[in-house]
């Protein structure tokens, strides 16, 4: 197409390792100037196949490695992983993220519970174990995002929980 | 008692009761070997790697290692339902437990291993500390026996200088290790000790130990036939560990001189000579500041890391427990063993970095495995496999060679900027930064360094390079168009469609 032909312009709030910059990128023919935060770099030759993306900037070559899963965008360059959200109101991703301050305290991976050290009526301060979560042979002590008073409990001892269930319920202080 | 043989007869079918990398690295020696394998494998197994690379598979059990991979019964019927004449059980499970050795036997099929009674005397901290000082090896200052009465234990801390350990006896990964630095926590460290010991191991004896300043890590692998001969192919240094877990091993140890590591590695011997130790082991030393090496285990299996004992000794480690188990002699002697060479092992886990080394489960969505001269991958995973919660989270063993230490940690930098493992989180940048560490490039680390050094690896986002938002901008334009025409079932929303704010013009 040359130079001459469409130019797309698309802004975007990438946010990496929760850093977010404002990038544009503008599609000229077949190179993208991409613009982070005011700084402009010219990419040629951009392809993605098998999981693979390689661009050049300038005679520079760069090779990373993309994939859609279920930690979002991850990108591997120069052997550094980074997970990308795009900014958006209502993230995909929102789930994986831990309220502080709401009480619920999470399994934050499936597993089985070993201990419970709690029970309804309790206080407890932040950073107390609540359970002892068992998964991949070790005993992982999952802890109160807040200070408060238990409100419920919602396993025990041998049960299997997935990942983001609520174990437990605590009511913040204040 | 011991029926270990003697006479030399090849096995002709090996039942392996163990997964991930360690499967594989038995699978393909049997089958080099030209024995037939045998993959028994839990529900939770039915598609991993182990179980497409053997000749056979049986299912022995649900996926709770208690119910499967530490199934005595189901495993020695197993062995016999697919006649096999041996067991390899790789390390981990059953790998050190003298009642399936000794189940195995009753059974008239071979445990690829030591005989069941020294297994269970090394599995005593206290027993094997005994042996041990008997065979005139140095052991670390503490008390002899043991006790699980608080009272006895309190009474024994009196004779240790602090700061110092109670261990328990059956213990082993950190569980039932108290560290005493103030007499007044004594009583309360004790009990806690003792209970912990109590619920891991079913035995809550324990026993006082002087603490080791500033300890390095440093083991000696050994070699014994049934015929009375043993060797020893040098030391591997193991003193980069997390909260006890080793992580980065290389070989040979930047602490050992040549008169140190002879006089290490003739105690070792000794030690097999004394004990009547057959197949391979480990004797573990720790070294202090001063240079002074204290016996602190004997590990009767093959090790994680036994990959940088092969790289630079050209011993196949695997095949001689095969071999030696089938009652073969040694090929060569203590004056034919030499080593050329470095060799750095990083073990690579999947755990979460950037959020306390949390466990990641998961399928592996895209692996590319790095290759090319002096790189060895020992891995037990595949791109789509799943990462189960029921297991260690072990998923691979990347080993560099070269001539020195520092090209060796050169090649490993290399090699995991190679590796890319997506959908689960993993250990990779962990050893990245510990390779390029001052310490790590000195030589100079002790068991805790890491514990002193990790925090604030992963908490700075502030050098991200612009570099990683190009490819980010790239990544979502590039995906998005695909996701439109040919991968239309692969997912979600790109930033295009979300943000929805197409600029389209003619030349501006």
């Not at chain 2, 008169?259 to 097999?272: D, T, Y």
């Not at chain 2, 197949?279 to 002074?292: H, M, P, Q, Y």
Request: hydrophobic share 35%; charged share 25%; net charge negative.
């Amino acid at each position: 197409m040359g130079d001459r032909g469409w130019q797309l312009t698309v802004q975007l709030s990438l946010s990496i390792d929760n850093v977010e910059r404002k990038v544009t990128l503008e599609k000229k023919g077949d190179t993208y100037v991409i613009t982070v935060e005011g700084r402009s770099y010219v990419a040629s030759g951009a392809s993605i196949s098998d999981g693979v993306l390689n661009f050049f900037v300038g005679k520079k070559t760069f090779r990373a490695f993309v994939s859609k899963n279920i930690l979002g965008t991850q990108i591997t360059l120069n052997g550094r992983d980074y997970f990308l959200r795009g900014h958006d109101g209502e993230e995909e991703t929102g789930e994986r993220f831990h309220y502080v301050g709401d009480g619920a305290v999470e399994a934050p991976m499936p597993g089985s519970i070993v201990v419970v050290n709690v029970k309804q009526g309790d206080q407890v301060n932040r950073g107390d174990t609540v359970v002892v979560l068992e998964a991949m042979k070790m005993q992982n002590e999952i802890t109160s995002p807040v200070q408060g008073t238990v409100q419920q409990v919602n396993c025990e001892p041998g049960d299997q929980v997935g990942f983001g269930d609520v174990l437990a319920e605590i009511k913040p202080e204040g | 008692m011991k029926s270990a043989r003697t006479k030399n007869k090849p096995f002709k079918r090996i039942l392996i009761p163990n997964r991930g990398e360690i499967a594989v690295r038995v699978i393909r020696a049997c089958r080099e070997l030209g024995i037939t394998v045998v993959a028994a494998y839990s529900e939770a197994d039915r598609t991993s790697l182990h179980v497409q690379l053997a000749d056979e598979a049986v299912c022995i059990g649900p996926s709770s290692p208690l119910e499967s991979y530490l199934n005595i019964d189901a495993i020695v019927k197993a062995a016999k339902d697919t006649r096999c004449d041996a067991v390899h059980p790789g390390y981990g499970f059953l790998a050190e437990n003298a009642d399936f050795a000794a189940a195995l036997a009753t059974a008239g099929i071979a445990f690829i291993g030591p005989a069941p009674d020294i297994i269970r005397a090394m599995g005593s901290k206290i027993e094997s500390r005994r042996m041990m000082r008997k065979a005139g090896l140095p052991i670390v200052p503490g008390t002899i026996d043991g006790s699980d009465n608080i009272d006895d234990i309190v009474a024994e801390t009196e004779k240790v200088e602090l700061p110092l350990f109670l261990k328990a006896s059956a213990g082993g990964g950190g569980k039932g290790m108290r560290l005493v630095t103030d007499r007044s926590q004594i009583r309360r460290s004790a009990q806690a000790a003792i209970g912990e010991a109590r619920a891991s191991f079913g035995d809550g004896t324990v026993y006082v130990e002087q603490r080791v300043d500033k300890p390095r890590h440093i083991e000696f692998q050994v070699l014994a036939d049934n015929h009375g001969n043993a060797v020893h192919l040098f030391e591997r240094e193991c003193s980069i560990q997390r909260r006890h877990q080793k992580l980065l091993e290389e070989t040979p140890s930047a602490a050992l001189d040549g008169e140190l590591r002879n006089k290490m590695g003739r105690a070792a011997v000794k030690a097999v000579e004394t004990t009547g130790y057959t197949n391979v082991g480990t004797i573990e030393f720790l070294l202090d500041e001063e240079k002074n090496f204290y016996f602190l285990e004997m590990n009767t299996r093959i090790q994680v890391e036994h990959p940088v004992t092969e790289m630079t000794t050209g011993v196949d480690l695997v095949k001689w427990q095969i071999l030696i188990a089938q009652g073969e002699r040694l090929s060569f002697g203590q004056g034919d063993v030499c080593k050329r060479g470095h060799a750095i092992e990083c073990r690579i886990y999947a755990e979460d970095p950037r959020n306390h080394f949390l466990p990641s489960c998961g399928v592996v969505e895209y692996l590319r495995e790095p290759w090319g001269p002096g790189i060895r991958n020992d891995s037990g995973i595949y791109q789509g496999c799943e990462v189960s919660q029921f297991y260690d989270p072990i998923l691979s063993k990347l080993v560099t060679y070269d001539e020195t230490r520092d090209r060796a940690r050169r090649k490993m930098i290399q090699a995991l900027d190679e590796y890319v493992i997506h959908g689960i989180h993993t250990t990779i940048e962990v050893h990245e930064k510990i390779l390029r560490s001052q310490a790590f490039i000195k030589g100079e680390m002790d068991t805790d360094f890491l514990d002193a050094h990790l925090d604030g690896w992963f908490t700075d986002s502030a050098d991200l390079p612009d570099e990683a938002f190009v490819a980010a901008a790239l990544t979502e334009t590039l995906l998005g168009v695909q996701t439109d025409s040919s991968q239309a079932a692969s997912s979600s929303l790109t930033p295009w469609q979300r943000v929805g704010k197409w600029e389209i013009g003619g030349g501006s």
